[in-house]
């Protein structure tokens, strides 16, 4: 089983910045994509940004240009840097990591309340 804790987040004021980690246990770090979500209240969990084993990235359109998923295969550790946040990227945001060549949700961490005020 592969544990996956997030930390990082909090309030921040509109326009401002947060950094989001995400340190897992498995040994074989490198080869897993991973990936950030995050739900809103009321809302149903969301796709924010991958980033696969080869290094390429893909993120969703609400957060492009704004958010940068990074990963550190030495610390087995993903991060989500988040400028010029706004109100609406208040939510719980989730780690999820794939193992390669699986197929289903992968496994995920409990989250992190990110919280933005206007």
């Known amino acids: 089983q592969v544990q996956l804790v997030e930390s990082g987040g909090g309030l921040a004021q509109a326009g401002g910045s947060l950094r989001l980690s995400c340190a897992a246990s498995t040994s074989i770090f490198s080869r897993y994509g991973m990936g950030w979500f995050r739900q809103a209240p009321g809302k149903e969990r969301e796709f924010v940004t991958v980033t696969w084993s080869g290094g390429n990235t893909w993120y969703a359109d609400s957060v492009k240009g704004r958010f940068t998923i990074s990963r550190d295969n030495a610390k087995n550790t993903v991060y989500l840097q988040m400028n010029s946040l706004k109100p609406e990227d208040t939510a719980v945001y989730y780690c999820?990591?794939?193992?390669?060549?699986?197929?289903?949700?992968?496994?995920w961490g409990q989250g992190t309340q990110v919280t933005v005020s206007s």
């Open positions: 999820n990591a794939k193992p390669p060549s699986f197929v289903g949700a992968g496994y």
